[in-house]
């Protein structure tokens, strides 16, 4: 089974840098992703990571370390309209599916 | 391209009723799944597919059933509804041969079960 821990809401400051961790534990990995989902809309996606180390995509940045279970992803320059819920979801790779855990998403909340 | 479309958009149901969620995407994908998402929680897989005839259950597939007659459809089926039904339900695709596998979601089915 898959089990997926990340912060149940984080509040930050127009204009500064925030982290959003997520820890995990899997049977077979194949890849994390990040996706955004604002209030009454569709998860969108941000970030994937496979292999160790940082992937960046303009403000928005996600790290992976496979030994530790743990990825983060960093948002820089924040704007209000960053506002939304931050899904990290874990693909395994159990019974030859490549089916994706969500865990239950990071509410941020951005202050002016 | 439309993506991933679901009908209807929002849903009033009474206890024992049933309905068909559609879901409908046009990029060809083999993979599409369910999910259902309640207030302050992530997604829950219900049920998903590996391509056409092929279907196998989720974390919680009790009281609904799929069926994957074409690769462009997957309606998710409730039969006897009960309150606990009650959620956002979203359904998504992927092609494991596309960029990544990433998911593409439709907007959603607000349900509501009263």
């Known amino acids: 089974g898959q089990n997926i821990d990340q912060p149940t809401e984080m509040t930050a400051t127009e204009g500064a840098i925030v982290q959003i961790n997520c820890t995990y534990q899997?049977?077979?990995?194949?890849?994390l992703f990040w996706y955004q989902q604002h209030a009454g809309e569709a998860p969108t996606f941000l970030s994937y990571?496979?292999?160790?180390g940082l992937e960046e995509k303009g403000r928005f940045s996600s790290f992976l370390s496979r030994s530790k279970g743990y990825s983060y992803l960093l948002l820089k320059e924040l704007q209000m309209k960053d506002s939304a819920s931050y899904l990290c979801?874990?693909?395994?790779?159990?019974?030859?599916?490549?089916?994706?855990?969500f865990g239950r998403g990071t509410s941020l909340i951005v202050h002016p | 391209n439309a993506g991933v479309t679901q009908t209807p958009k929002f849903r009033i149901l009474k206890i024992g009723q049933s309905m068909t969620l559609q879901c409908t995407q046009d990029?060809?994908?083999?993979?599409m799944y369910w999910y259902r998402q309640d207030p302050g929680m992530g997604l829950k897989l219900i049920y998903y597919?590996?391509?056409?005839?092929?279907?196998d259950k989720g974390e919680v597939p009790n009281g609904y059933n799929v069926s994957r007659s074409t690769t462009e459809d997957f309606p998710l089926r409730l039969e006897l509804a009960a309150p606990s039904q009650t959620s956002v339900y979203f359904c998504?695709?992927?092609?494991?041969?596309?960029?990544?596998?990433?998911?593409?979601f439709g907007p959603g089915t607000r349900l509501l079960v009263l």
């Open positions: 998504a695709s992927t092609d494991l041969q596309g960029w990544k596998g990433t998911q593409y």
């Open positions: 899997t049977s077979g990995f194949n890849g």
């Open positions: 990571n496979v292999l160790d």
């Open positions: 979801a874990v693909r395994g790779a159990s019974g030859g599916s490549y089916i994706p855990t």
């Open positions: 990029m060809n994908h083999n993979y």
């Open positions: 597919s590996v391509g056409a005839g092929i279907t």
